[in-house]
C-alpha cells in the first residue's frame, strides 16, 4: 500500500511552520496545524548529515507513521522533525510518534488501532 497521505506542496509545509503548534519528545518535534485532510510530512535537516543518513531517517520515520491507523485519526497537517542524535532507531520514532499523537489527542476515539 502507497503512503498516500504525504505532505508535498511547500506552501502546506510553509504554513505549517508559520501557523502551527508544536509537541515535543525526546527524540521528535511535532508541528500541526488543524486542515481538511489528514497530511504528514517529515522535516530533516543538512544538519543531520549526508543525504543518505537523512533519507535513512525519512524512512524510518514514515514506516514509524504508518503503523498507526490513519483511518481513526483527526484531519490535521502534521511535520515531524527529528532531534540530532549519533544512531536513530525505529522504535524510538515509533514510540516518540505514539507519545505524540496520544499527547496532543489526535486520535476519533483516544485509541490508537
Known amino acids: 500500500m502507497a503512503f498516500d497521505y504525504r505532505l508535498k ?4 509545509f510553509d504554513k505549517v511552520f508559520k501557523e502551527g503548534k508544536r509537541l515535543f519528545s525526546d527524540s521528535l518535534t511535532l508541528i500541526y496545524l488543524p486542515s ?51 544512531e536513530y532507531d525505529y522504535h524510538v520514532f515509533l514510540k516518540d510518534i505514539e507519545y505524540l499523537l496520544k499527547k496532543g489527542g489526535f486520535f476519533k476515539d483516544n485509541r490508537l488501532c
Not at 9 to 12: A, E, S
Open 9 to 12: 506542496k511547500q506552501k502546506d
Open 36 to 86: 481538511k485532510e489528514l497530511k504528514v510530512g517529515f522535516a530533516v535537516s543538512k544538519k543531520h548529515g549526508g543525504s543518505v543518513k537523512r533519507n535513512r531517517i525519512k524512512r524510518l520515520l514514515r514506516e514509524s507513521f504508518r503503523s498507526f491507523s490513519p483511518e481513526k485519526m483527526k484531519n490535521f497537517f502534521f511535520v515531524f522533525i527529528p532531534k540530532i542524535k549519533d
